[in-house]
């Protein structure tokens, strides 16, 4: 039985990049390209998240995002 570790690892941005650590692989992306909300959230405000108990999830409560990444 799979225990229940959670699929996205760390977040973590570098200049206009988002990049999304899973178990497997990571993402790396152009914050642009997944969200305005983020591309012109400060340093703290990106920085302030949490990672949903499904582990595919992801929650920015300072500016109210949410985003899903479902193939780490």
């Given at each position: 039985m799979k225990s229940n570790q959670k699929?996205?690892?760390?977040i973590r941005f570098e200049g206009d990049?988002?990049?999304?650590?899973?178990?497997e692989k990571?993402?790396?992306?152009?914050?642009?390209?997944?969200?305005?909300?983020?591309m012109h959230a400060s340093?703290?405000?990106r920085n302030t998240?949490?990672?949903?108990p499904?582990?595919?999830g992801v929650?920015?409560?300072?500016?109210?995002?949410d985003l899903s990444f479902p193939n780490l």
């Open positions: 699929h996205i690892r760390e990049m988002i990049i999304i650590q899973g178990e990571s993402i790396k992306t152009a914050i642009a390209d997944i969200s305005q909300k983020l340093s703290i405000e998240y949490k990672i949903s499904s582990g595919f929650h920015w409560p300072l500016i109210d995002e």
